[in-house]
Every structure is written in structure tokens, then in C-alpha cells.
């Protein structure tokens, strides 16, 4: 139990954690991921027009990842990003394995 709590509620640490390059580089390629596969889906010219919105599972599930185990906040909103990120994980693996 205590494993779970501390997955929870540590803060981010080690090298990579404090590099402010890194945090935020990794931050705009995400954002700018999202906002290009959010383009494409919402494409109309698009001839693959079934599970248009498909795409969009995989960079909001690394957003949010990266979201809630790089960047420092208080304990309640760090248990709280860090359950929607793994849920949206589970709910990601969940997608990709049934369709």
C-alpha cells in the first residue's frame, strides 16, 4: 500500500526532472503533436473517415504522462493528474486492444 501511495504522491526527481529544457522542450513537441493530429482528424477531405478521433488517444496519453511525472504541484492535484494519466493509459491500452 505504501508503494501505491508513494507512486502517487512523490515528486518528480533525478536530472531529467530538474532540466528546464527538457521539461518544457518535450512540453511544445507534445503540444504541437496533439494540435497536428487534432488537424488531422478533424481533417473533412480525410478518406479514412472511421476512427478519425483514434488518433488523438496516443498524444493525449503522452501529455498527460508527462504532465503529471515531470512537472512539481501540490499533492492533490499531483495523485489527481497522475490517476487521469494512468487511467487514459488503461483506457488507451483498453482501445487499441479491442478495436
Given at each position: 500500500m505504501?508503494?501505491l501511495?508513494?507512486?502517487?504522491t512523490e515528486k518528480?526527481k533525478?536530472?531529467?526532472?530538474?532540466?528546464k529544457?527538457y521539461?518544457?522542450?518535450?512540453l511544445?513537441i507534445l503540444?504541437?503533436?496533439?494540435?497536428?493530429t487534432?488537424?488531422?482528424?478533424?481533417?473533412s477531405?480525410?478518406p479514412?473517415?472511421?476512427?478519425?478521433?483514434d488518433?488523438?488517444?496516443?498524444?493525449?496519453?503522452?501529455?498527460?504522462?508527462h504532465?503529471?511525472?515531470?512537472?512539481?504541484f501540490?499533492t492533490?492535484?499531483t495523485?489527481i493528474l497522475?490517476?487521469?494519466?494512468?487511467?487514459?493509459?488503461?483506457?488507451g491500452a483498453?482501445w487499441?486492444?479491442i478495436t
Amino acid at each position: 500500500m505504501k508503494k501505491l501511495i508513494a507512486i502517487f504522491t512523490e515528486k518528480p526527481k533525478g536530472l531529467i526532472a530538474e532540466n528546464k529544457i527538457y521539461k518544457f522542450g518535450f512540453l511544445t513537441i507534445l503540444v504541437s503533436f496533439l494540435f497536428w493530429t487534432l488537424s488531422i482528424s478533424l481533417d473533412s477531405s480525410n478518406p479514412y473517415r472511421y476512427g478519425n478521433y483514434d488518433i488523438l488517444i496516443v498524444p493525449i496519453m503522452l501529455l498527460l504522462n508527462h504532465i503529471s511525472f515531470s512537472f512539481k504541484f501540490s499533492t492533490t492535484h499531483t495523485v489527481i493528474l497522475r490517476m487521469l494519466a494512468i487511467s487514459w493509459l488503461v483506457f488507451g491500452a483498453i482501445w487499441f486492444f479491442i478495436t
